[in-house]
């Protein structure tokens, strides 16, 4: 797959360092494990983190080390979550996202939103802010130009769309911040599906009725 | 409204609200030698290897205070943070095996597994930031010689790098890496705009990625 599209790289920066916030992580997640280039970018970036942990004054820490010659030590407990390697291959979906929606996109439980606009919300952990969904268009259809109120970044996952900045088309990625404003067209042929996260500041509501509004005249 | 920042670790008292800031230059993070690097490499070896509890309490001694440390920097109180150091070490005693240095130093690695917990614990959200690329999925393989050797000069490289960036550069590093803020945080801590966080930010991947882009690996 050849990705024309990447993350800003204050985004890639900001994901090694584990100081994204949770819903644009995601996506960054789903298009590393689609992009060989910029999972080479986030491991010499986790680099620096190590140099910088190296570098720090410790703390006093008052235990010992835990009693590993202990067996209920190893007990380990099984983690539930989805490993979000990049290595696992599953179809269409990426591995961080099966866990959460499935291998099959087309099979995901679709809402419509609009005439020929459809979206799955995923969720996001209780503390962290922001909005994570999964967004379908029909072929050919032209969003209403729209601003961000804060960093969108959308992964295309299927098909493709256009705007002012070129054609996205699979593993590709768009890092938009709240300066932009750009009104795509989802290819007229298969249309496209993607994965949106968006931080917004606390000031910014409802930016999906915001953009539905002159599609659906709410 | 007045906010007074005063951190004894960084050496930095900043004092900001609107039309004032005094910012006096915090000390440098300086990491310690690679030489580290090999010896620790090779005690994660002994506890993979031979379930070596010896050699677990001296990676215990050496990391537990840095990442007591790690944990305070994103607000944990010393107990929690101590708790998480612990943690963090028993991840590295149960995953042991799974760590192979040609994927990124020791330190790097252990950064990769705090990183994650801390977001999980202290933001309470899920880590989407995958392990570097193959800890988690695959055991180590032997290391081809020529790779070994390229991601040895990585490390000194990234060190350097970091070393040398300028001061409102590293800064900003420091403060996404070690301190865990997102972009918006960081244009709050800083009282500077979130365009100039950003640009320098930018500025600072580009210098360090200049450090390392011809090594193969990248």
């Known amino acids: 797959m050849t990705v024309h599209h990447h993350p800003d790289p204050a985004t890639l920066m900001s994901y090694a360092a584990g100081s994204l916030p949770e819903a644009l992580a995601a996506v960054v997640s789903c298009h590393i494990a689609m992009c060989l280039e910029c999972r080479a970018e986030v491991n010499w970036l986790e680099e620096a983190g190590g140099a910088l942990l190296d570098g720090l004054d410790g703390e006093r820490v008052t235990s010992g080390a835990p009693d590993v010659g202990d067996a209920s030590a190893l007990a380990v407990r099984a983690d539930p979550r989805p490993r979000s390697s990049a290595s696992v291959p599953s179809g269409d979906v990426p591995a961080p996202l099966v866990a959460l929606v499935g291998t099959d996109l087309h099979a995901v439980k679709w809402r419509r939103l609009a005439p020929g606009l459809w979206h799955k919300k995923l969720p996001l952990s209780k503390a962290g802010g922001g909005d994570l969904r999964l967004i379908k268009v029909a072929p050919g259809l032209k969003l209403p130009e729209h601003g961000h109120g804060g960093q969108e970044l959308t992964l295309l996952l299927d098909g493709a769309y256009s705007d002012c900045f070129g054609r996205y088309g699979r593993g590709d990625i768009a890092d938009l911040d709240e300066e932009v404003e750009h009104q795509p067209i989802a290819d007229p042929e298969v249309g496209c599906i993607c994965l949106i996260g968006i931080v917004k500041p606390s000031r910014y509501k409802g930016w999906m009725a915001r953009l539905l509004q002159p599609i659906v005249g709410v | ?218």
């Open chain 2, 1 to 218: 409204m007045l906010t007074l920042v005063h951190d004894d670790r960084l050496g930095s008292c900043q004092i900001s609200r609107p039309g004032v800031r005094i910012r006096r230059e915090s000390k440098r993070i300086m990491p310690v030698s690679t030489s580290a690097s090999a010896a620790d490499a090779d005690l994660i070896r002994r506890v993979a290897a031979a379930r070596d509890g010896e050699a677990f309490a001296e990676l215990f001694r050496t990391y537990a205070p840095r990442l007591k440390s790690y944990m305070m920097r994103k607000g944990a109180d010393p107990t929690t943070a101590e708790e998480l150091a612990q943690e963090t070490l028993l991840a590295v005693w149960r995953k042991a095996r799974l760590y192979s240095d040609t994927k990124g130093s020791p330190t790097t690695w252990i950064f990769t597994i705090a990183r994650n917990l801390r977001i999980d614990r202290l933001r309470r959200e899920t880590p989407w930031q995958a392990l570097p690329e193959g800890h988690d999925e695959t055991p180590s393989d032997d290391i081809p010689p020529d790779e070994a050797v390229d991601l040895d000069v990585r490390r000194t490289r990234i060190r350097k790098a970091l070393a040398t960036l300028p001061a409102e550069q590293h800064e900003i590093v420091v403060l996404a890496f070690v301190d865990g803020l997102s972009h918006n945080e960081i244009s709050d801590r800083l009282g500077l705009p979130l365009g100039t966080v950003k640009s320098r930010m930018r500025l600072a991947y580009g210098k360090m990625r200049g450090f390392v882009e011809d090594l193969k690996e990248l």
